[in-house]
Structures are given as structure tokens and as C-alpha cells.
């Protein structure tokens, strides 16, 4: 049999912890931008997202030299750049008009599609713990989203493309990251965004007060130290091994939406919280080995 690549477990802790802290700043992101689309429209939003990740770059620029930005892999940055920037105008749209822990639930429903594109494009191995962590998930947010007739509208047609998308862009940056360090990878993501999202702004372009401007740069400095963790973990395990770990941002979500508009949870909620956690215990390598008899790593 093929020998795949599989994660000590010292690096898939490192890579689980990289991801919820990259799921925690992304959740906290999600509340600036729901605050600002009350008055900021969304080509707006997706266009300061990306700008503000340039600012990031420039000193990293002067200190490292252009030598920081040479890469052979143009031509990945590129696709990871357009369905990423595609992703994010659904996503952003879908904070703008649903309830945040629902605008959640379909950006981070991704690892549902990780393994198989992993395994399309990588050639990562499927295990039985990496689907039943994908199922166990996606009945979860089943539970916390309490689906409705409103998964049959436009928005959720958006919001599942959107998810669909960034779960290409993830294993994107998987494959990215066996030759390119994270930093170089966010800075072709934002200066190929920054230009795309540029050409929809510029209709919509007027002054903002400082409330909304405060809103944007914290939205767009949040996304992008965010991307940074998410980066690094997918350069420590494989996308389909450490992609459940996502899930956890709804729960993130459902704290924000108590302390900011006063959401609590329900029974169907809590149940949906532990069965998401425990899809997040799947990911650990020692837990797989004890349900399925399968090593930690090859």
C-alpha cells in the first residue's frame, strides 16, 4: 500500500491549536463585519479585508527585500486567490443578512468537502475517522443551525457555494504550503484580492465616518492574522486530518451572538455544540488509533 503522508501528533496538536485560534479571530472578524454591513455595503467590506492585509506585508517587505514575494508557484496563488475572494463575497453576504452563527455554520461547514478534495487533488488518504468527523460535524451544525425552510432560498445556495469554495481554497493552500511559508501566501491573497475586489468598490466608493472605518480595519486586521494561523496549521497536517477543527468557530459565533444580541441557546444547540466537539476529538490522532486501530502517523 501507498505510503501517505500523516502528522506526528506533537504537530497535529500545534496545528488543532494554530486552527482554533485562526477560527476564534475569523468569529470575532464576523462581528465587525456584521456591525459594519448595517451601513457599509459588501463590495465594500470584501475590498478593506483584503487592503488592510497589505499594511500587514510592507514592513516584512523592507526587512526581507523582494526576495520575499519570488515564487514559482504563481499560478497557484492565483486560483487560490479567485475562489477564496469568490468565497468571501458569499460568505460576507451571508453575514450581512443571517444570523451570525448561521453565517458560521456555512463557512465552516468546508471540512464536509476537505477530505474528498484533499483526496482529488493531493492524493491524501480518506481514513474512516476523517468521514465519520465530517458526518458527525455536519449533523452538529445541523443541530446549532436548526435548518428551516430558509435553507432552500438564495441565501443558502450562496452560503453552501461559499463553503464549497473555501474548501477548495484550503486545500489550496495545503498543497502551498509544502514549498511557500504562510506569510508569502496570505500576501499573494491579499494583493490579488485587494486588486479584483477594487473594480465592484469603486462603484459603491464614498467617505466613511470613523465608526465604520474602525470596523472595516479590525475586520480586515482580524481576517488576516487569522489567515496567517490557518496557513501555518495547514503547513503542520494535512487539510482532511485537521479540517473538523473548524467547526468549533460556531461555537465561537454562538458566544457572540449572547454577548451582542442576546442569543441563547437551546436545547437542539447544546446537543449540536457536543456532537461538533466531539467531531473535533476525531481529529486527534491517539483518539483515532483507540476507535479505529489506526497509527498516528505512517
Known amino acids: 500500500m501507498q505510503n501517505v503522508y500523516s502528522a506526528p501528533p506533537s504537530q497535529v496538536g500545534k496545528a488543532l491549536l494554530c486552527l482554533m485560534t485562526s477560527a476564534l479571530l475569523f468569529s470575532i472578524m464576523g462581528v465587525c463585519i456584521r456591525f459594519a454591513s448595517h451601513t457599509v455595503d459588501n463590495p465594500t467590506i470584501v475590498f478593506f479585508r483584503n487592503a488592510v492585509g497589505l499594511f500587514i506585508f510592507i514592513p516584512m517587505l523592507f526587512k526581507q527585500g523582494m526576495g520575499f514575494i519570488k515564487t514559482n508557484k504563481l499560478w497557484m496563488h492565483t486560483w487560490r486567490s479567485v475562489v477564496g475572494l469568490a468565497a468571501m463575497y458569499g460568505f460576507f453576504y451571508a453575514i450581512a443578512n443571517l444570523k451570525l452563527s448561521n453565517a458560521m455554520v456555512f463557512s465552516y461547514s468546508s471540512p464536509i468537502f476537505i477530505?474528498?478534495?484533499?483526496?482529488?487533488?493531493?492524493?491524501?488518504?480518506?481514513t474512516a475517522s476523517m468521514i465519520l468527523a465530517a458526518v458527525l460535524g455536519l449533523i452538529g451544525v445541523l443541530f446549532v443551525?436548526?435548518?428551516?425552510?430558509?435553507?432552500?432560498?438564495t441565501l443558502s445556495f450562496i452560503g453552501l457555494g461559499a463553503c464549497f469554495l473555501s474548501a477548495m481554497a484550503f486545500v489550496t493552500v495545503r498543497a502551498l504550503t509544502n514549498t511557500e511559508p504562510p506569510e508569502r501566501i496570505v500576501f499573494y491573497f491579499c494583493i490579488f484580492g485587494t486588486l479584483i475586489s477594487s473594480i465592484p468598490?469603486?462603484?459603491?466608493?464614498?467617505?466613511?465616518?470613523?465608526?465604520e472605518l474602525s470596523l472595516l480595519i479590525a475586520a480586515g486586521l482580524l481576517?488576516?492574522?487569522?489567515?496567517?494561523?490557518?496557513?501555518?496549521?495547514y503547513s503542520l497536517a494535512p487539510a482532511g486530518q485537521i479540517g473538523p477543527m473548524n467547526y468549533i468557530a460556531i461555537v465561537f459565533a454562538g458566544i457572540w451572538g449572547f454577548i451582542f444580541w442576546h442569543?441563547?441557546?437551546?436545547?437542539?444547540?447544546?446537543?449540536?455544540i457536543m456532537i461538533i466537539l466531539f467531531a473535533i476529538l476525531l481529529c486527534n490522532p491517539y483518539i483515532q488509533k483507540k476507535l479505529f486501530g489506526q497509527p498516528p502517523h505512517s
Not at 443551525?145 to 432560498?153: F, H, I, M, R, S
Open 263 to 272: 442569543e441563547l441557546p437551546d436545547f437542539f444547540t447544546i446537543i449540536g
Open 115 to 126: 477530505p474528498l478534495i484533499a483526496w482529488l487533488f493531493l492524493k491524501e488518504k480518506i
Open 145 to 153: 443551525a436548526k435548518p428551516d425552510q430558509g435553507l432552500l432560498n
Open 223 to 233: 481576517a488576516n492574522i487569522s489567515q496567517l494561523f490557518m496557513s501555518y496549521a
Open 201 to 211: 468598490m469603486f462603484w459603491h466608493w464614498r467617505i466613511f465616518n470613523w465608526h
